[in-house]
């Protein structure tokens, strides 16, 4: 027979706004919340009771790389998100050789598969290796490639159920047949590191795309030619309403004036925070070499060597609460929403909200945004 456990909290957010009350809990599902202030077995008076977040796009942190990795890399760098608030994560593979990319998806299977993990790892995110060279950012231009069915259809065959989304550029698959072959295959398909233009936008949104990865990095914007403009993703992101982005919420890849601009276009329900973190996240790393790419680490943010451009950011979960609320201006509520039920929503899971039926996947976080504990499905971890 199982057991109840109730949470007590003078601040627990749910869609309808903040409640005092208790959290019922059985069998990993929220079965109840209520304005009892009855008796609880564990007590946050003082302290947010929030949903889990859910990082859709990080590659690593702690010192732990999810693509030059291992089975023990990928569940340390979760395992460390996972304190930071992250109760569902997407480890993100960048582009590399295609053998490195199938190695380290086989990577995220296992720790799949083995239950070790102490939060929820949804499925590898692809980003690459079919990319726009003209906005690779701080990827490798030497791995980035056109859609190659023979590749990523055998990739498929072998690892489909652990892929959760892939990130391509449109521009390079005209007739969209590499999104249609994603969505229907259930991987979320998103445009990003992309020089697409409204009608390979259009191309994209109708063979499954929707979702634009880290809106304003590497993403294009209005072109002329000969005086007749074309639009970019960007723009196509704020016309076609069922498009969601997603926004690096580091405080540095976005200033906070564009953070504000973003939610206010897009509106609240398109809008899902990201960490984008790299391996070196949560470190006192200032310099190295990730892949063959040089980097530096300063003003809270990994730049290239040559300070042309960001690398990645260093943010954990908890850090984008913390920029939303106090730098962007946002409640806590609009910030939470954004890194919980949004993205939840993009992924089609029963999480990111506290509300009966949904996983009792639940952070605890002080007045200074400090993590004070994590627990998944109704455990506390």
């Known amino acids: 027979m199982s057991e109840l456990l109730r949470i007590r909290s003078d601040r627990i957010l749910t869609p309808d706004g903040w409640i005092d009350g208790v959290v019922t809990v059985e069998d990993g599902k929220i079965i109840s919340v209520t304005s009892d202030k009855g008796k609880a077995d564990l007590d946050y008076i003082g302290r947010a009771l929030l ?15 999810f693509l030059h990795s291992s089975p023990a890399e990928v569940l340390a760098g979760c395992n460390f998100h996972l304190r930071h608030g992250t109760t569902t994560i997407l480890p993100t593979i960048s582009a590399a050789p295609f053998d ?28 690459g290796p079919y990319l726009s060279a003209a906005q690779c950012g701080a990827q490798c231009p030497d791995f980035i490639t056109e859609p190659k069915e023979e590749e990523y259809g055998a990739l498929m065959e072998e690892f489909g159920k652990y892929i959760a989304r892939w990130t391509y550029a449109p521009e390079n698959d005209p007739d969209g047949a590499f999104a249609r072959y994603l969505s229907e295959k259930g991987v979320l398909v998103s445009a990003g590191h992309t020089d697409a233009k409204y009608p390979d936008m259009v191309t994209a949104i109708e063979n499954g795309c929707s979702l634009i990865t880290h809106l304003y990095s590497c993403t294009s914007t209005i072109t002329r030619d000969h005086g007749f403009r074309s639009l ?7 016309l076609r309403d069922e498009l969601f982005v997603e ?3 580091d405080g540095k890849h976005l200033p906070a004036d564009l953070l504000r601009l973003i939610v206010k276009l897009k509106g609240k329900e398109r809008v899902a925070l990201i960490t984008d973190s790299l391996a070196i996240a949560g470190t006192d790393v200032t310099e190295g070499v990730m892949g063959a790419t040089e980097f530096i680490v300063e003003d809270g943010v990994c730049k290239l060597r040559d300070r042309s451009a960001f690398a990645g950011s260093v943010a954990t979960a908890d850090r984008l609460v913390e920029v939303m609320v106090r730098e962007a201006g946002f409640s806590l509520f609009d910030a939470v929403e954004m890194l919980t039920r949004i993205p939840a929503k993009i992924l089609d899971l029963s999480k990111g909200q506290i509300t009966p039926g949904y996983d009792a996947d639940l952070v605890v976080m002080d007045d200074n945004f400090a993590v004070q504990a994590v627990l998944v499905a109704g455990k506390l971890v």
């Open 51 to 65: 949903p889990g977040f859910i990082d859709m796009h990080t590659h690593g942190a702690g010192g732990h790389d």
């Open 232 to 238: 970019g993703v960007i723009e196509s992101a704020y």
């Open 247 to 249: 926004i690096i919420a």
């Open 100 to 127: 490195a990319m199938r190695k380290a998806v086989a990577d995220i299977a296992e720790v799949m598969d083995s239950g070790e993990a102490l939060g929820n790892i949804l499925g590898a995110h692809m980003e």
